[in-house]
């Protein structure tokens, strides 16, 4: 059975940094790249980036350029996402996907980041 | 980046109803164009992929057509599990982009 399993909800002080991971279980971790979605509260969804999981290599949404890490772990079969400089702004669910594939569309549960002073 | 403009943001319909939601590309995107249902507090669910592939398990009332910019999903009879959010998301060049999302809502 494929799972995509995110870490836990995080409360974040604005300007820290917040680091989320997506554990993946039941595929091939390097077969498919990993997507990043944010979705603030009562919002759409937004593409972040993506991590192709074989060499490491990024793609960022210019919105988040600068701010946002994509990375992934082949050792232990985890994607992370880091974003800096955290403001109210992205107080929002982040969700791992692998999105695009047609006849794999896996997401994982979501994680909360509450950004608060 | 390609803009997705959805319509209608939201609609209120009956039970039994046949529903048809757009999304208009702000360029040519080919066919690749994908369709999510999302209800609250869950996670994403794509129905339709390429335009007008059903998804595995996805029931056959849901149905998606178009090409170049203009996107349309039919949900041929509503059905009360069918009340969501549904966007649509273009994946011809990078960035992918969503749509803003259309609101079903029981009238």
């Known amino acids: 059975e494929v799972q995509l399993v995110q870490s836990g909800a995080e409360v974040k002080k604005p300007g820290a940094t917040v680091k989320i991971s997506c554990k993946v279980s039941g595929y091939t971790f390097t077969d498919y790249y990993m997507h990043w979605v944010q979705q603030a509260p009562g919002k759409g969804l937004e593409w972040m980036g993506l991590v192709d999981p074989e060499d490491g290599e990024t793609i960022y949404a210019e919105k988040f350029q600068g701010r946002v890490t994509i990375t992934a772990d082949t050792s232990t079969d985890t994607a992370y996402m880091e974003l800096s400089s955290l403001r109210s702004e992205d107080t929002a669910v982040y969700y791992c996907a692998t999105l695009l594939y047609p006849h794999f569309d896996y997401w994982g549960q979501g994680t909360l980041v509450t950004v608060s002073s | ?107």
């Open chain 2, 1 to 107: 980046d390609i803009q997705m403009t959805q319509s209608p943001s939201a609609m209120s319909a009956s039970v039994g109803d046949r529903v048809t939601i757009t999304c208009r590309a702000s360029q040519g995107i080919s066919n690749y164009l994908a369709w999510f249902q999302q209800k609250p507090g869950k996670v994403p669910k794509r129905l339709i992929y390429a335009s007008s592939s059903l998804q595995s398990g996805v029931p056959s009332r849901f149905s998606g057509s178009g090409s170049g910019t203009e996107f349309t999903l039919t949900i041929s009879s509503l059905q009360p599990e069918d009340f969501a959010t549904y966007y649509c998301l273009q994946h011809n060049s990078y960035p992918p982009t969503f749509g803003q999302g259309t609101k079903v809502e029981i009238k």
